[in-house]
């Protein structure tokens, strides 16, 4: 394991990333990428340089997209595999996370989350403050769990996927990749296609 981490987005989901970085007590040395020129510092931590810097030190950091919108993680997140990044997976010390639980490169998992027996989080996930994922979910990449979301047992949710806030979604459903689920919605049966879905219970609008 390299001993220095570079996360790439020095604003509000980086400043969380940092934060449990940090907790972590894994690198000597932890700094920000920003594109944002007017950004020099954030959590006490120095920002270094552009996005592009990564490329250029690739082999001397371990690299983390700290960077909340789900399609420009996945952007990022791509082209730093393409290059050979190395890309940890960042737990915050305050969680609790079952046996057999998978957790692919590139995912953070907030404080207080509770991830339970054989669930598998895919690539570049975010699972945010205080949610519960129950036993043999399953993940897929680039989705983000909203703080206080839970998700009850055999929950599968695609691609790209977002679930606001406070969302629940009950036990033996599927969620399609691309699908937005807002704040304090409940879903109660599969969604089979994608859009933006609120309500108790959920309705695409």
């Not at 700290?66 to 082209?79: L, P």
Request: charged share 20%; proline share 2%.
């Amino acid at each position: 394991m390299k001993n220095k981490l570079l996360i790439i987005g020095a604003s509000g989901h980086g400043k969380v990333v940092a934060d449990i970085a940090l907790k972590m007590n894994k690198w000597k040395t932890i700094a920000f990428l920003d594109d944002d020129k007017n950004i020099r510092s954030s959590m006490g931590l120095e920002v270094i340089g552009t996005s592009d810097y990564v490329f250029k030190h690739i082999d001397d950091y371990e690299v983390f997209v700290g960077i909340g919108n789900n399609v420009t993680r996945q952007k990022i997140h791509e082209m730093l595999e393409k290059a050979g990044a190395s890309i940890p997976v960042l737990i915050h010390p305050n969680t609790v996370i079952g046996s057999q639980v998978d957790l692919e490169t590139g995912t953070v998992v907030m404080a207080g989350a509770v991830i339970n027996c054989c669930t598998k989080v895919g690539k570049g996930c975010i699972v945010n403050t205080g949610s519960t994922l129950d036993h043999d979910n399953n993940i897929e990449d680039f989705v983000h769990i909203s703080p206080g979301a839970h998700l009850a047992g055999t929950v599968n949710v695609g691609q790209g996927s977002w679930l606001g806030i406070g969302s629940v979604v009950s036990n033996n459903l599927n969620i399609t990749s691309g699908c937005q689920v807002g704040a304090g919605s409940v879903v109660v049966r599969d969604i089979t296609e994608s859009g933006l879905y609120v309500g108790v219970p959920v309705r695409r609008i």
